[in-house]
């Protein structure tokens, strides 16, 4: 039997995920560029992040079947090569419609690289290693699209949005080239017979819910568009669910569900992630529109948490190992509830020093929750329900992402209008304040309800 060698492998994931993740928010500070290059209208060049979640929330879940069914140096292999090709179209792009396809391509490359690389850690990391192992992904998963804004608005300040794609390809040749030198095939595969129901059921489920938020923040959550895909959505994740239940060998493994510390990660990571997103998505809209920052500016005010993210990540994750995951998870749900009071007193008098400070101070907290929790949960699972919880937790991550951006946006939106309504003589920036500043309430109680379930995390298992 072929000897794993762990170091190559996790290089070839982090060089990977790092330029497939850091491609999911580098566009966000190039729209307005896009919507005057494009000729296009606001609410039509969101499709380019709204396609790219949506294409997560529905190859994810399908994932864990492919985990079973190819090897892990094909589905490597072939992720880098959709993202690689996803990549060049893009830097070349003359028109909405083809770029769009192009970020398509891109994230069928992520949603098939994220599952595979929890599973492969899983597999070739023992127990007492994972915690480091899975800090340095979340320095992946949380460091590469918090960074992504600053570097865009860098390039944009010089280049146009074509080098945004040209800039990340060679990484991503390099990280191709690498895996085919040193991706190695980890665990066994069992085949597993594809349920075309199941896909169904999983595809309108998952892609309904995603994409119903995501158009939530334009149409407003009356909107019909939003009301039917939400709805069928739902529909379609209840007959899922039913039947993953009734089949010998669902598609994902719903027995996941009956381990308590796997659903407490499972939702401490849903609510982390819901809580960073939508922070992402206020904090520049509050820094150009209030502040009155350029887009190269406001970038950089942001670089500093995402630069200490990164290196807490690996760290935190270090710290899991030793003590477990409630010494650190029930602190950072804390730092991030200290955070948003002081987020929530936030006007046009604030200093940029003080959002350097909170920003910097929220992604520690969120640091301290993410990669523990996650890695605490999926400890608690049998050895072949890895890819089942591997699959259920990405897709969430995405779902939470799509959820805490409309919920921001929407929530923004509404009580700035309301705002107005009651204060007819106010001015607009007032509102706009008062928007952002009800937005980050319902941060505040997603972080309190994530508290609350910290609190029923298990203390560090002594190990054998």
């Known amino acids: 039997m072929e000897q794993i060698k762990k170091a190559p492998i996790l290089a070839s994931f982090l060089i990977a995920g790092f330029v497939g993740l850091f491609s999911e928010t580098a566009l966000n500070m190039a729209l307005q560029q896009l919507i005057t290059d494009l000729g296009v209208e606001p609410t039509t060049i969101q499709w380019l992040t709204t396609g790219y979640l949506l294409t997560l929330g529905v ?5 864990g079947l492919l985990v079973q069914k190819f090897s892990t ?22 028109t909405f419609e083809i770029l769009l396809v192009a970020r398509v391509i891109q994230a069928i490359g992520t949603a098939v ?28 998963i949380m460091f590469a699209p918090a960074i992504a804004p600053t570097a865009s608005g860098v390039i944009l300040e010089y280049l146009t949005w074509h080098y945004i794609f040209w800039i990340t390809l060679p990484p991503l040749v390099f990280a191709f080239i690498f895996g085919y030198l040193y991706m190695q095939n980890v665990g066994e595969l069992t085949h597993p017979k594809i349920d075309f129901l199941s896909v169904v ?55 996941i569900l009956k381990y308590p510390m796997f659903v407490i990660g499972l939702l401490s990571v ?12 206020l904090l520049p809209l ?27 990540a690996p760290i935190v994750g270090r710290l899991f190992d030793k003590f477990g995951a409630r010494v650190l998870v029930i602190p950072g749900f804390l730092i991030i509830i200290i955070t948003y009071i002081f987020f929530i007193q936030i006007d046009d008098t604030t200093s940029k020093l003080q959002i350097i400070i909170l920003h910097s101070i929220l992604m520690i907290g969120v640091s301290l929750v993410m990669a523990p929790a996650q890695t605490n949960g999926l400890n608690e699972l049998p050895r072949e329900l890895y890819p089942d919880g591997t699959a259920l937790m990405n897709t969430l991550q995405q779902i939470s992402g799509a959820i805490g951006t409309a919920v921001a946006i929407t929530i923004m939106s509404s009580a700035q209008e309301n705002y107005m309504i009651e204060n007819p003589a ?39």
């Open 59 to 63: 190859l994810v879940p399908i994932s």
């Open 73 to 94: 140096r094909k589905l490597f292999m072939t992720s880098l090569a959709f993202s690689i090709i996803g990549t060049f179209i893009a830097a070349l792009a003359p």
């Open 113 to 140: 690289l994220l599952p595979v690389m929890f599973n492969t850690i899983l597999l070739i990391f023992p127990v007492e290693k994972r915690g480091s192992a899975m800090g340095l992904m979340g320095l992946v």
């Open 201 to 255: 059921f999983s595809t309108i489920g998952f892609g309904g819910i995603v994409y119903g938020f995501s158009i939530a923040g334009e149409e407003g959550w009356g909107g019909t568009s939003v009301i039917i895909t939400i709805i069928a959505g739902a529909i379609a994740l209840v007959l899922f669910s039913l039947r993953q239940i009734k089949l010998d060998k669902p598609m994902i493994n719903l027995r």
């Open 270 to 281: 849903f609510i982390a992630f819901m809580c960073i997103l939508s922070t992402m998505i």
């Open 286 to 312: 509050y820094l150009q529109s209030t502040l009155l920052l350029a887009t190269f500016t406001a970038g950089l005010l942001l670089l500093p948490g995402g630069l200490i993210n990164g290196i807490f």
């Open 426 to 464: 106010a001015n607009i920036l007032d509102g706009f304040i008062h928007g952002v500043q009800s937005s980050f309430t319902f941060g505040l109680i997603m972080a309190i309800i994530g508290l609350v379930l910290a609190l029923f995390i298990k203390g560090k298992k002594k190990l054998a």
